[in-house]
């Protein structure tokens, strides 16, 4: 009969992992070194990929097209997790975008971002033209605020906040 051995334990069985006080010994045994052997390794691995994600970010931050992380980074999370834009229109990935970054001003780039990161199908080569595109018709529909700046990161967006009178004029007309 031929056995499979367990590729952490090294045994054929996981009743063979006994406690040092069982076997009357100062020295690990064999399983016990080999499971702190593959968790070390485990643990150098994470570290590494850890690092670079983090680099990653901060580049990405750096070049304008992630939005800076805080407590918003929780959204970006979610989007990769659920992949909730998969079957969205744009408007409506982008109008999703800036309900949940709330107050906080996003530049085209930072949205076409969180928006690929949550599963959209962009089927252009220009995305961010797109994008750019639907964000400046849900700004004339008054949808969105926007903040016309110059340079090399455009114009930036955001929910509308109270108080806003186009915000007032949207609840008029859904509350009749």
Same mark, same amino acid.
């Given at each position: 009969?031929?056995?499979?051995? +367990?590729?952490?334990?090294?045994?054929? *069985?996981?009743?063979?992992?006994?406690?040092?006080? *069982?076997?009357?010994?100062?020295?690990?045994?064999?399983?016990? !070194?080999?499971?702190?052997?593959?968790?070390?390794? #485990?643990?150098?691995? !994470?570290?590494?990929?850890?690092?670079?994600? *983090?680099?990653? +970010?901060?580049?990405?931050? #750096?070049?304008?097209?992630?939005?800076?992380?805080?407590?918003? %980074?929780?959204?970006?999370?979610?989007?990769?997790? +659920?992949?909730?834009?998969?079957?969205?229109?744009?408007?409506?990935?982008?109008?999703?975008? #800036?309900?949940?970054?709330?107050?906080?001003?996003?530049?085209?780039?930072?949205?076409?971002? #969180?928006?690929? %990161?949550?599963?959209?199908?962009?089927?252009?080569?220009?995305?961010?033209?797109?994008?750019?595109?639907?964000?400046?018709?849900?700004?004339?529909?008054?949808?969105?605020?926007?903040?016309?700046?110059?340079?090399?990161?455009?114009?930036?967006?955001? !929910?509308?906040?109270?108080?806003?009178?186009?915000?007032?004029? *949207?609840?008029?007309?859904?509350?009749?």
């Amino acid at each position: 009969m031929q056995t499979i051995k +367990n590729s952490l334990t090294s045994s054929d *069985d996981i009743r063979t992992i006994v406690h040092r006080q *069982d076997i009357g010994e100062n020295e690990m045994d064999a399983t016990t !070194k080999t499971l702190l052997a593959k968790l070390h390794e #485990l643990e150098r691995q !994470k570290w590494a990929i850890g690092r670079d994600i *983090d680099a990653i +970010n901060r580049t990405l931050a #750096l070049a304008g097209v992630k939005p800076p992380t805080g407590t918003t %980074r929780n959204h970006e999370i979610q989007y990769v997790v +659920n992949q909730p834009f998969a079957k969205l229109l744009l408007t409506d990935a982008c109008l999703s975008v #800036l309900r949940d970054y709330g107050p906080q001003w996003l530049s085209v780039a930072e949205i076409e971002f #969180l928006i690929a %990161r949550g599963g959209y199908p962009f089927a252009t080569a220009d995305a961010k033209n797109s994008v750019s595109v639907s964000l400046r018709r849900l700004a004339e529909q008054g949808k969105c605020e926007v903040e016309r700046v110059r340079g090399s990161h455009g114009n930036r967006y955001r !929910k509308l906040q109270e108080g806003d009178g186009n915000a007032v004029e *949207d609840s008029r007309a859904t509350n009749g």
